[in-house]
């Protein structure tokens, strides 16, 4: 086709959108925030032991090349001329960790990935060096508790237990970095002169970094054993970082010397992306597990009831901070994969709703999903995930509605406690996010929060936002976040239809069950005494009186 019958649409911004579960590479138009044209990839996730999630490095950055490939594609086939994409922006997957050797350029581990459980006894041989081992001692500075969700922690298993990491530190090749310093660093030249940075709100989930002076903070760094001169540069949300380079499975290499001018924790991209630029306003993520963010402005606000304090956005190296509260919730989106994987009771993720319309209720079953241990407001990395209220009755209908209502539940919880913290109770939900297409989950939401809940026809907010960023760039400056500029969106509204005293009912049942699914695995390693069936008290008794039984039987008969 030739280059003169293509379509001139003005200046687009193409958005890498690297998630847990799938990579996309999605294209909007600059003027008026229309999504043109996406490719996405499912990324595999490895389970190498119990409680340990990785995925490969390799596969994720391949994945990248893959979508931007597809979706160039597409838009030729749209007729749409891709040298009008002006820049290109990423969000991604935070505080999964990376490790890798800047002369190679290949990773050194699998990446850990942010759901990951193996640090738990990091975790507790760190408390041990805090007065009364408390989790909170860094709160004020870094926003967050210690814990495995965490970067830093994940960082020094890996320096611990890799020997490869260790000797590559010693040696001046190891490079640290989240997903989104992977890809910036790989797609802008990696050991050719790639660019090694990160964003403020990625560094702000490492626990390396304080919130306050926008620096790693070399008492941190010492506290974990973290050598400083691995980690990424820290830059602001909003700018060039680089230039992508040609990568040698993209036949077009349309996107040469295209630069990468915006990058955005996952959260914090989707926040920008439902436009939450004012104090109080609030956002909930539905993906493979399930973010509540609170905008607090320029003020760091501390919460009292399990919530973190996180960096929302810093749109450039002039503009000043913005922070959020935050309500981390590990499983959602993941549970539906779970009984797609694991159980095996749908083919496709589609298929839940299906079967939850189909009974409209859980039949008194609940469902914790704690695979992870549980989150916010908890912090509770002992509680396991449980099933309860099972009858004779219950079928799989009932288990995935249970599931669907859990992630409901979850949301309650964080929501309550956003509430608590602001004194200012959101009067509806903004939400975005893939589980968002399951009209059953979004009512179920409205009826637990007893709010309405409001959903934008364009679901996508997260690569949205990371566009957002990058078109505003200085030295790119083709996407205004003016607020009289900013596109108006169409949204769907789903309005509460129980009425309270059910709800609350059912939400005091579900804060039972995860009373139940407490302390209930231990870093401790199990005994090694005797296994026989007879160190079983109750059972030896068992078996005992039925022998004496069996002996006296026959005695008598004799």
Known sequence: MAASDRMVMGPLVGSIDQGTSSTRFLVFNAKTAELLSHHQVEIEQKFPREGWVEQDPKEILKSVHECVERTCEKLQQLNIDITNIKAIGVSNQRETTVVWDKKTGEPLYNAIVWLDLRTQSTVERLLKKIPGKNKAFFKFRTGLPISTYFSAVKLRWLLDNVEEIRQAVDDGRAMFGTIDSWLIWSLTGGKNGGVHCTDVTNASRTMLFNIHSLEW????????????????KVRSSSEIYGLMVCFHVCKSGALTGVPISGCLGDQSAALVGQMCFQDGQAKNTYGTGCFLLCNTGQKSVFSEHGLLTTIAYKLGRDKPVCYALEGSVAIAGAVVRWLRDNLGIVKTSQEVEKLAAEVGTSYGCYFVPAFSGLYAPYW?????????????????????????????????EILDAI????????????????????????????DILCIPVVKPSMPETTALGAAMAAGAAEGVGIWSLNPGDLTAVTCERFEPQINPEESEYRYARWKKAVMKSMDWETSEAPSNGDTSIFSSLPLGFFIMSSMIMLIGAKYVSG
């Open 217 to 232: 903070d070399p008492e941190l760094c010492q506290f974990f054993d973290i050598p400083m001169e691995i980690l990424p």
């Open 419 to 446: 509430n608590k913290d602001c004194g200012i109770p959101l009067n509806q939900l903004q939400v975005d996010g893939g589980m968002t297409n399951n009209k059953v989950l979004m009512q179920l939401q409205s």
């Open 380 to 412: 509770e990395p002992s509680a396991r995930g449980i099933i309860c209220g099972l009858t004779q009755f219950t079928n799989k209908n009932h288990i995935a509605f249970a599931a669907l209502e859990a992630v409901c539940f979850q949301t309650r």
